[in-house]
């Protein structure tokens, strides 16, 4: 059965060029920006092919199967060929119409195309590995595409292409700015650099990204632990003051700080391969940072942060989260500061 479906797995943009002919497109992801890119260039292609009808529909929560089925049996006199793009904005209306999912394969031929869209799917592989054990299928060719989010090489050359396409440069600074706090949300970075393409300025920096995002407190925040481990006191205190005078998501800000440290720590232990490097989604230039900071730090007292980040996290969602923040959440952050004193 598998020898019939495609499963080869697409983490970039890019459309392989095949001789298969692929009667259907299962795309899987969490960002919008990136599913929607693929399938773009999906179009072009079968539009070369005549398939020049085009037929979305989204599942909400109680589809015309009916009507959906119809569309499949049903030819414009028009056009002899065409696509069906079905969109599941949530996995948990693929669970529930799986059967029906069974069915649209069953009808498809030479001269129907169906892409299925699903959204909002952060572990790609484990749910394609359960969508292939849930189509049936013995006589279709399938193919399955990952938008997997974007590890820093990657981003980094998806930002400077996009980049590139507006007509805009971009320094480093910026390059790592953005890929940490937007390469899970392409969608929103790039509408971030089309409004500074029509501003005609064409250097992207941060200070740009200060005016356009409105995030002065994100990039701020970026900073605080490279100021706690190089013992920066007073500038750390300053910086969770801000995050504090803000309002900034106390689970953000913790989920954050233990990525980061967790990769600090596999750095220190000397096991941070590069597959690992690219998983972790950690920029290089934190990286470099981290391998300056190595000699000052001990494992000891990063087993010790990682602790009270931990106890933390418990606080917050075994407590109220507005009363854990109003009297104690700030004043375990400040612990960390003098933690690495």
């Known amino acids: 059965m598998l020898g019939l479906i495609n499963l080869k797995k697409n983490s970039d ?26 399938i773009k260039k999906l179009f072009l292609i079968l539009h070369k092919q005549q398939y020049k009808e085009h037929i979305t529909i989204i599942i909400d929560a109680n589809p015309n199967w009916t009507q959906i089925f119809t569309k499949f049996c049903c030819l414009n006199l028009f056009f002899t060929k065409k696509i069906i793009n079905i969109i599941f904005l ?3 209306d693929v669970t529930k119409h799986i059967k029906y999912i069974q069915k649209l394969l069953l009808f498809l031929h030479d001269k129907i195309i169906l892409i299925i869209e699903i959204h909002n799917i952060m572990k790609c592989d484990i749910y394609k590995k359960y969508m292939i054990n849930n189509l049936n299928i013995i006589s279709l060719c399938i193919k399955f595409i990952l938008c997997v989010t974007l590890n820093y090489t ?3 050359k998806w930002l400077i292409s996009r980049c590139k396409t507006l007509t805009l440069n971009i ?3 910026a390059i ?15 509408q971030i650099l089309l409004n500074i393409n029509l501003s005609q300025k064409k250097l992207v920096t941060v200070k740009q990204l200060t005016f356009y995002t409105n995030t002065f407190i994100l990039i701020k925040y970026d900073n605080l632990l490279d100021t706690i481990l190089t013992k920066q006191v007073y500038k750390s205190l300053c910086i969770i003051h801000k995050i504090k005078l803000y309002k900034y998501n106390p689970i ?14 596999l750095i ?3 096991i941070m391969n590069n597959n690992l490097f690219n998983n972790l989604y950690i920029s ?4 470099n940072t981290f391998i300056q900071l190595l000699p000052t730090i001990t494992i000891e007292k990063i087993y010790l942060c990682i602790k009270l980040l931990s106890v933390m996290e418990i606080n917050i969602k075994n407590n109220n989260i507005n009363l854990y923040c109003e009297r104690s959440f700030w004043i375990d952050l400040e612990k960390l500061v003098f933690l690495f004193i």
């Open 13 to 38: 943009l890019n459309l392989n060029k095949t001789n298969t002919k692929y009667l259907c497109y299962i795309i899987i992801g969490s960002d919008f920006y990136h599913i929607k890119e693929y």
């Open 90 to 92: 949530n996995k948990s």
């Open 154 to 156: 990657q981003f980094k």
């Open 171 to 173: 320094n480093h600074d």
């Open 176 to 190: 790592d700015l953005m890929y940490t706090f937007y390469n899970k949300n392409l969608s929103l970075l790039n």
């Open 252 to 265: 953000f800000i913790i989920k954050n700080l233990s990525h980061d440290i967790v990769c600090l720590m």
């Open 268 to 270: 220190k232990k000397n």
């Open 284 to 287: 290089q230039h934190k990286y």
